[in-house]
């Protein structure tokens, strides 16, 4: 990032929490969905973000209800999201950017990176293949398609 964005991020209160470890995590990949939850113990999350380095490819609410987690974390509210993956993205340089997920505060303040479970390689890795795939977008029961989209 050049030092005029950093300063304009500096300006507007805009900054990763690196220190910052978030709860929860992307739990399961589909050809047309991503899901999974997040919280942070102390604030508020409301968006989820996929990324693809700088690109912006989809974004969902942190709205859905997850009682499980709710009991397990002690935490309260809807905790889940379930993103869309769009059927078109730019052409993208995959040699050069590999896909993520980010949190976001309602006012952006705080954004934090959501960690890919259980194995974040290879969930990183099928959510990739997934997003360079045919069958990318597509929603309900698909014969023969796997999880990654292959």
Known sequence: MSSKGRRLKRYLGLKRHKGVKPLGGLESITPGRLTGWVALPDQLLCEVRLLVGPHLIARAAVDQPRPDVCEATGLSGNLG???????????????????????????GSIQVKIKFIPSPKLTSDKLQSLLQSQVRGLEGHCDGVQDDGS
């Open 81 to 107: 999201f379930a993103l869309s993956v769009p059927q078109d993205l730019p052409a993208l340089d995959w040699d050069q950017f590999s896909p993520s997920l980010t949190a976001m505060s309602a006012d």
